[in-house]
């Protein structure tokens, strides 16, 4: 809970929340969180915020709401 907290505004990349997903116990692997929030992306589902990365320009996202949406796909499994 403190590191959800922690991390609740933080916008990060699709590969960085999808690793800390793991940590966090979110029952997916890496690679298809990742795939998620770039479909959810692609979707309008979740916003991106452009942010530099090593001279580059990278799309990241809001923590707080890929947890929610991995939430909400985790809820409709479980129904």
């Known amino acids: 809970a403190?590191?959800?907290d922690e991390?609740?505004?933080?916008i990060m990349t699709a590969s960085e929340i999808a690793r800390?997903?793991?940590y966090l116990g979110i029952p997916?692997?890496?690679i298809k969180v990742r795939k998620l929030i770039n479909q959810?992306?692609?979707r309008g589902q979740i916003h991106s915020v452009e942010l530099q990365q090593s001279g580059r320009?990278?799309?990241g996202f809001k923590f707080s709401d890929a947890l929610?949406?991995?939430a909400k796909l985790e809820k409709r499994k479980a129904s």
């Open 68 to 70: 929610v949406l991995l």
């Open 28 to 30: 997916h692997p890496r």
């Open 2 to 4: 403190w590191l959800i």
């Open 40 to 42: 959810w992306h692609t």
């Open 20 to 22: 800390l997903s793991a």
């Open 7 to 10: 991390m609740h505004d933080r």
């Open 57 to 59: 320009s990278v799309s």
